[in-house]
């Protein structure tokens, strides 16, 4: 089967980094995608691997290994505002690209 | 406001009623995608359109029925619906497969 693992909950403190993890399990790889969605609000697009390695933009970070079907979202300078959940999800190879698989999901609480 | 919208964003039905869900986007991409959303639970695709064509049909049961008559329109007409089916149903639509999407506010439905 296919699947996305990631944890469930996170807790940071305001001005820190976190990592988020992500592990998949596809049926060929296609790119790996990180959205941010806030209560109530719908996912918003953060960031996109399709090679190995760390792709920045701003205070947030993605890093993705095929090898070992693994990526992490890393967030630095922690604000409220970046309280959210955030989704890892993943393009398999097989289907000709317009399926996305998505994880559950990891809900970040940033305290003050 | 990530230029789709979708309408509407509340609908409480009973299990014999039929209604529809609207998504328009207006960012001129030639894909749109239908996901629900449960709590707890990863994105689920439904449907894709590419070029106003059926390209992706994940299992969904007859119940939920798309429509897509033109690139920045799409519909998702419900009847005889069951209470499982309450959830957030997303729209989104990408540029191309390989394009990041672009999700709507969702319409959260509710079904007694």
């Known amino acids: 089967g296919q699947n996305i693992d990631q944890p469930t909950e996170m807790t940071a403190t305001e001005g820190a980094i976190v990592q988020i993890n992500c592990t998949y399990q596809t049926s060929g790889f296609n790119g790996l995608f990180w959205y941010q969605q806030h209560a109530g609000e719908a996912p918003t697009f953060l960031s996109y691997n399709v090679l190995d390695g760390l792709e920045e933009k701003g205070r947030f970070s993605s890093f993705l290994s095929r090898s070992k079907g693994y990526s992490y979202l890393l967030l630095k300078e922690l604000q409220m505002k970046d309280s959210a959940s955030y989704l890892c999800a993943v393009r398999p190879g097989n289907t000709g690209g317009f399926k996305t698989i998505f994880g559950a999901g990891t809900r970040l609480f940033v305290k003050a | 406001e990530t230029g789709v919208t979708q309408t509407p964003r509340h609908l409480v039905m009973g299990m014999t009623n039929k209604k529809s869900l609207k998504c328009e986007q207006h960012l001129g991409h030639n894909a749109m995608y239908w996901y629900k959303q449960s709590a707890k639970k990863p994105l689920e695709l439904m449907f894709v359109y590419s070029l106003e064509e059926r390209v992706e049909n994940n299992s969904v049961p007859s119940r939920f029925s798309p429509e897509c008559p033109n690139s920045s329109h799409l519909f998702l007409h419900l009847h005889t619906l069951q209470p499982e089916d309450s959830a957030l149903y997303l729209c989104?639509?990408?540029?191309?497969?390989?394009?990041?999407?672009?999700f709507g506010p969702g319409t959260r439905l509710t079904v007694l």
């Open positions: 989104a639509s990408s540029q191309d497969r390989n394009g990041k999407q672009f």
